[in-house]
């Protein structure tokens, strides 16, 4: 788990931009430029086997009260399928929920009720979210729930969808998103991003001794680099501060990272370095993952100080990105709220791992977009049973809908995560932390360090 090198802690940092590191950054760019290609919004051109992969029980003891055959509901997505951030959802967020419904349309649908799916692509644009949610609320009978993936659905639609009685199961949890207005629709699929950020905080903080940073002292300095957007600022709101600054740790001003593939993010690095930072937290995804490895690597400070990240930012997007130099990110950590591929034996991982085996997606999918959306249609589809229990398929809408999810509490999605509407709560607050760690076979994977703990509370005062 130690992150070796010397720390910066107590001199000053002299940091150089000649021509040699320029052209490692150069190339550097240039390769994660190529690889940052856009995906398609069709669907996933890999071979697929004619048969449907067998489906595993997941354990459930929630059951139908009645049967509405002949009824159908559909589940809209919308997400940035193309673009430059095309590699963080790619072709899993439509072959997970394609494969989902698959299967459960095969065992009956939701008490008789076929589901159907619809996904349109945003770019995670505000204007291309907004628009496409106004598509999907026009319709006829309306959703009773959309699924969105990014900040600024997020805090773009958290009124729309009160006005509406439209549920926003939403990726991107920006806390006064979530949480203004107070009794709001929108409900995370993970832990607020400052929720986790004080999370992170408080590993490094009771794990410094052993996770320091050769040669540092016992001060704490933390350089947040994050995208210049909501999200980006998500992790550094005046809670999190504050906890940070319970804990004697210091957080200097957030710099902001351009949203593009060829952005180079020496200066906000030199910024940080200079100023003490012995922890690099980053809120971004992706290329930008890979940009801040890149260049703490070029400025020979990877080994220097402790590499962290908001969960989206884990992922095998990051390493498809750095291709044949995917070990140059073994060593930095990130919250993770959900299982992995690799924990074979909830069942709920089994399931997925059977069918997308068995649907033969390239190892290159095996990011947690797939994972994640294809559990989560089954933690919707006992929403569903739940709803419809309460009120018939004739009823259901969606304060139905988010009033079955607070009934139920703590909302299982195949094991793989859970949502969380228990009390006031509107997102779930435990998670783990996990490592990039070298394997065996020379490859990296994610390797649980601290396993599920509550994370602190940083939810914004009710306006």
Not at 170 to 187: E, H, K
Not at 426 to 439: D, E, G, L
Request: glycine share 10%.
């Amino acid at each position: 788990m130690r992150i070796g090198g010397e720390s910066t802690m107590g001199k000053a940092v002299s940091i150089t931009t000649g021509r040699p590191l320029l052209v490692t950054l150069l190339l550097l760019f240039a390769l994660l430029t190529a690889a940052c290609a856009p995906i398609a919004i069709e669907e996933s051109a890999a071979p697929r086997a004619e048969e449907p992969a067998a489906v595993r029980d997941i354990p459930t003891d929630i059951v139908c009260e009645n049967n509405y055959d002949g009824a159908s509901l559909t589940i809209y997505q919308q997400a940035g399928l193309t673009g430059p951030l095309s590699t963080l959802m790619g072709s899993g967020s439509v072959s997970g929920t394609r494969d989902a419904v698959e299967q459960i349309n095969a065992q009956g649908g939701v008490c008789g009720v076929m589901l159907e799916m619809r996904v349109e692509d945003t770019q995670y644009a505000l204007e291309q979210e907004v628009g496409v949610y106004e598509q999907f609320r026009a319709e006829t009978p309306k959703p009773v729930f959309v699924l969105t993936y990014s900040s600024a659905a997020t805090i773009a639609l958290k009124d729309r969808v009160v006005e509406d009685g439209i549920v926003n199961l939403a990726s991107g949890v920006n806390a006064m998103g979530l949480y203004n207005p107070t009794d709001g629709f929108t409900v995370g699929t993970v832990p607020i991003y400052s929720d986790q950020f004080a999370g992170f905080l408080q590993f490094v903080h009771d794990n410094w001794a052993e996770i320091r940073p050769e040669g540092a002292g016992d001060d704490i300095t933390v350089g947040v680099v994050g995208w210049a957007n909501a999200f980006g600022a998500g992790a550094t709101t005046p809670e999190a501060l504050a906890f940070a600054d319970s804990l004697g740790i210091t957080v200097l001003p957030l710099e902001a990272q351009p949203i593009d593939p060829a952005a180079d993010v020496t200066g906000q690095l030199q910024n940080l370095l200079v100023n003490g930072a012995n922890v690099i937290y980053m809120q971004s995804l992706s290329f930008s993952i890979t940009q801040v490895i890149g260049t703490l690597h070029a400025l020979g400070f990877y080994d220097r100080v402790v590499l962290g990240s908001v969960n989206w930012g884990m992922n095998r997007d990051v390493l498809n990105i750095l291709g044949e130099n995917a070990a140059l990110a073994a060593g930095y950590y990130g919250v993770f709220p959900y299982l992995w591929w690799s924990d074979t034996d909830a069942p709920g991982v089994q399931q997925a791992l059977e069918t997308f085996t068995a649907k033969e997606y390239p190892e290159s999918d095996k990011a947690f977009t797939y994972l994640l959306t294809y559990s989560a249609i089954f933690g919707i589809a006992d929403i569903l049973t739940v709803a419809v229990n309460n009120v018939g398929f004739e009823g259901l809408n969606g304060a139905e809908f988010l009033k079955a999810m607070q009934q139920m509490g703590r909302i299982s999605a195949a094991g793989v995560f859970e949502m969380n509407v228990e009390g006031s709560n509107r997102a779930p607050n435990r998670a783990q932390i996990r490592q990039a760690q070298m394997m065996a076979d020379g490859s990296i994977d994610f390797v649980v360090v601290q396993d599920f703990t509550a994370l602190p509370d940083t939810r914004p005062a009710a306006r």
